[in-house]
């Protein structure tokens, strides 16, 4: 309980305040700069729809010189038709945007049109390489009439807004590929626990520890599951902050739909689920910087092995095969992979390997 005590005391010194407070900071800086862009989305929307527009009128405008021409076949006077009505459907979605129509009229009609691109596929019209109306391919087009449907149906209509920083929708932020909301949290571990060993190599304060009447291996195990847990719990604080700020913004959230390979499902499912692979992913990122602290037992460079590891799924950020990458885990999510259980195993060899280095270790350390 001492040891407990103790790793307590540290973890709440004043440069782990001034970690959290620093996260704080970024964490409230970057839903501000998701506000901004929900505040703009009309006009995001407004030109997504003109750009298609555009898109529609030029192969009405090619089409109508096949015809004056006379050189236009009875499949093309076919198309012809699907383009003049694909340009009112998709202009009128255009105008309930312009407008500030209500979403469920802009659901209603965004659902026609998609229907119409649907039932042009199943008619084989040419517009497979159109990827801007598909969005981006056949399979998109029937997911969002599946979800438009399922939605309407339950009288919801945020599903056409997924920017909106509700409550569960900030926390959904923190699954997608890349999101720096995440990745600062991991600086906040990276920095808190790189010199957790390392401190006490640097004060000569190691030989009280082993020659402590306790085993090393224990000693070890205590303070790698004390420091798992409380930034596991610092993570949930952490959601609950962001949950909290996007209830004050715009509500919950609660009761929206999301379109997965496995169905529909609730907003809420969803974000409860991504918790606990982030949470999973937590207490492996924990145990592995204070292993590699073990290891190396000088903070400066345990700080530039994590940020190499940050960097890397900053570059590459979705990779079944790179386990650091899991904390992106809106791909896992979306095509219900368990990979993310690889991250137990993989916990427990660190705390084992790391843990026997302790025991045998002398009392340099080495």
Same mark, same amino acid.
């Given at each position: 309980?001492n040891?407990?005590?103790?790793?307590?005391?540290?973890l709440?010194?004043k440069?782990i305040?001034?970690c959290?407070?620093?996260?704080?900071i970024m964490?409230?800086?970057?839903i501000?700069?998701?506000e901004i862009?929900?505040r703009?989305?009309?006009?995001?929307?407004?030109?997504e729809?003109?750009?298609?527009?555009?898109?529609?009128q030029?192969?009405?405008n090619f089409?109508?010189?096949e015809?004056?021409?006379?050189?236009?076949?009875?499949?093309q006077?076919e198309l012809?038709?699907?383009?003049?009505?694909?340009?009112d459907?998709?202009?009128?979605?255009?105008?309930d945007?312009?407008?500030?129509e209500?979403?469920?009229?802009?659901?209603?009609?965004?659902?026609?049109?998609?229907?119409?691109?649907?039932?042009?596929?199943?008619?084989?019209?040419?517009?497979?390489?159109?990827?801007?109306?598909?969005n981006?391919t056949?399979q998109?087009?029937?997911?969002?009439?599946?979800?438009?449907?399922h939605s309407?149906q339950?009288?919801n209509?945020?599903?056409?807004?997924p920017?909106?920083?509700?409550?569960?929708?900030?926390?959904?932020?923190?699954?997608?590929?890349?999101?720096?909301?995440?990745?600062?949290?991991l600086l906040?571990?990276?920095?808190s626990?790189?010199?957790?060993?390392?401190k006490?190599?640097?004060?000569?304060?190691?030989k009280e520890?082993?020659?402590?009447?306790i085993?090393?291996?224990r000693?070890?195990?205590?303070?790698?599951?004390?420091v798992?847990?409380?930034?596991?719990?610092e993570?949930?604080?952490?959601?609950?902050i962001?949950?909290?700020?996007g209830?004050? =913004?715009?509500?919950?959230?609660?009761?929206q739909w !999301?379109?997965?390979?496995?169905?529909v #499902? &609730?907003? @809420?499912?969803?974000?409860w689920?991504?918790?606990?692979?982030?949470?999973?992913y937590?207490?492996?990122?924990s145990?592995?910087i204070?292993?590699?602290?073990w290891?190396?037992k000088?903070?400066?460079?345990?700080?530039?092995?994590?940020m190499?590891?940050?960097m890397e799924?900053?570059i590459f950020?979705?990779?079944f095969?790179?386990?650091?990458?899991y904390v992106?885990?809106?791909?896992?999510?979306?095509?219900?992979?368990?990979?993310?259980w =690889?991250l137990v195993?993989?916990?427990l060899?660190? !705390?084992?390997?790391s843990?026997t280095? #302790? &025991?045998? @270790?002398?009392?340099r350390?080495?």
């Amino acid at each position: 309980m001492n040891c407990i005590r103790a790793e307590l005391f540290f973890l709440f010194q004043k440069k782990i305040k001034a970690c959290i407070l620093i996260l704080i900071i970024m964490t409230l800086c970057l839903i501000i700069q998701k506000e901004i862009v929900y505040r703009n989305i009309r006009e995001s929307r407004m030109e997504e729809y003109q750009a298609k527009t555009e898109l529609i009128q030029s192969n009405i405008n090619f089409l109508a010189f096949e015809k004056e021409t006379d050189q236009m076949t009875n499949d093309q006077e076919e198309l012809l038709s699907f383009w003049e009505h694909a340009y009112d459907l998709n202009y009128q979605v255009y105008s309930d945007w312009a407008n500030k129509e209500g979403l469920e009229v802009i659901a209603e009609d965004s659902l026609r049109f998609d229907e119409l691109l649907k039932a042009a596929l199943q008619n084989q019209y040419q517009i497979n390489a159109y990827t801007s109306l598909l969005n981006t391919t056949r399979q998109d087009v029937e997911d969002r009439i599946i979800l438009a449907k399922h939605s309407i149906q339950n009288n919801n209509y945020n599903y056409l807004i997924p920017e909106l920083p509700d409550g569960y929708g900030l926390v959904r932020r923190l699954f997608a590929p890349a999101n720096y909301m995440i990745i600062a949290f991991l600086l906040f571990i990276l920095f808190s626990n790189s010199d957790l060993w390392g401190k006490e190599f640097e004060h000569g304060m190691y030989k009280e520890l082993f020659t402590a009447p306790i085993s090393r291996i224990r000693l070890f195990m205590i303070r790698t599951g004390t420091v798992g847990l409380v930034n596991v719990f610092e993570y949930w604080i952490w959601i609950l902050i962001i949950f909290l700020v996007g209830i004050v =913004l715009h509500g919950s959230g609660d009761g929206q739909w !999301i379109m997965t390979e496995s169905g529909v #499902m &609730q907003i @809420s499912t969803f974000v409860w689920k991504g918790i606990g692979i982030q949470t999973l992913y937590i207490l492996f990122f924990s145990v592995f910087i204070q292993s590699i602290s073990w290891w190396v037992k000088d903070g400066t460079i345990v700080i530039m092995i994590g940020m190499l590891c940050l960097m890397e799924i900053m570059i590459f950020p979705v990779s079944f095969v790179n386990l650091f990458s899991y904390v992106f885990c809106q791909e896992i999510l979306y095509k219900g992979n368990s990979c993310f259980w =690889l991250l137990v195993p993989f916990s427990l060899f660190l !705390i084992g390997s790391s843990g026997t280095s #302790m &025991q045998k @270790s002398d009392l340099r350390g080495e």
